[in-house]
């Protein structure tokens, strides 16, 4: 098994890492790293995982990743080319006492919280031009580029907050989870039973339950739930599928129980965000 700690490299000349990150080197499980993470998606569609949350990307997406908060990428099919420019920095880089500075107050702020975010709006854009072009800055022009960055995510309210504060205080997490969550992305579109995803942790029903909701803080169902719905939205925007055939292509066989657990994940019915997400391509 893979471990889930990542070791980021550096270059001897560089104190925080940016660079192009393409299949297969997209392709990474389910890991964390002490370092924070500014993540631009520019190539593939898939599930996102950060923390407890769980929710579709795709090329332009922008997202970031407090240090030590795990996450996976998952393509939604192995043939997909995955590919993301990620800027990889440690809070120690600026140095106690520069953060210290009232002018850095939101930026020290940000680098408090172990949080996941989702960049929106315009703030995307201009976030995604600085990041783009890191990877040819050198010197001063480089550490310039990632505080502005910083300081401009700390001070707005154009982001989506994915996971708040998630901790998780098990330095050695077990490479089980690993292992659980590879099978549930190959079956999570069809009926899993408890006994069943317990037998490949090698665990008994009661002892997989605590341990699960241990690493992902929440129950394997709700996990499983957030991977049907993100599929159904990946349907729903990147398909013109009848919504009803989006349902039993997402694994329910009950239209109302799908109904309700969308409405409940994404506060909108399938169709509402089938036509929120088209008002928003046509602006």
């Given at each position: 098994m ?8 550096l270059?001897?000349?560089?104190s ?16 964390r ?134 901790a ?36 008994s ?26 599929h ?38 399938p ?13």
């Amino acid at each position: 098994m893979k471990t889930l700690i990542q070791k980021i490299h550096l270059e001897e000349h560089q104190s925080f890492a940016c660079r192009t990150y393409r299949t297969p080197d997209f392709e990474t499980n389910w890991h964390r790293h002490e370092e924070f993470e500014l993540i631009l998606i520019t190539e593939g569609y898939g599930t996102a995982m950060i923390g407890d949350f769980i929710g579709e990307y795709q090329p332009g997406d922008l997202y970031f990743i407090a240090g030590n908060l795990p996450h996976w990428f998952k393509k939604q099919h192995h043939k997909i080319t995955g590919s993301a420019v990620v800027v990889h920095f440690r809070q120690e880089i600026f140095g106690n006492d520069f953060l210290q500075l009232p002018e850095l107050k939101t930026v020290y702020q940000l680098l408090q919280k172990n949080d996941g975010l989702q960049i929106q709006q315009k703030l995307k854009k201009e976030i995604a031009a600085y990041i783009n072009d890191l990877q040819e800055m050198k010197g001063f022009q480089r550490m310039n580029a990632l505080l502005q960055c910083l300081q401009k995510i700390s001070t707005t309210p154009h982001y989506i907050m994915l996971t708040q504060n998630f901790a998780s205080h098990n330095n050695h997490i077990n490479p089980a989870i690993e292992k659980i969550i590879d099978f549930s992305f190959k079956r999570y579109l069809t009926p899993v039973t408890l006994q069943q995803v317990a037998d490949v942790a090698n665990m008994s029903i009661p002892t997989f339950c605590r341990f699960f909701k241990k690493n992902i803080k929440k129950t394997y169902f709700d996990f499983i739930q957030d991977l049907r719905i993100s599929h159904a939205c990946k349907l729903l925007t990147n398909s013109n599928k009848p919504v009803m055939e989006i349902c039993y292509e997402s694994g329910y066989n009950s239209w109302a129980h799908f109904s309700k657990q969308f409405k409940q994940v994404k506060q909108l019915t399938p169709s509402q965000y089938r036509k929120e997400f088209e008002e928003r391509t046509n602006v």
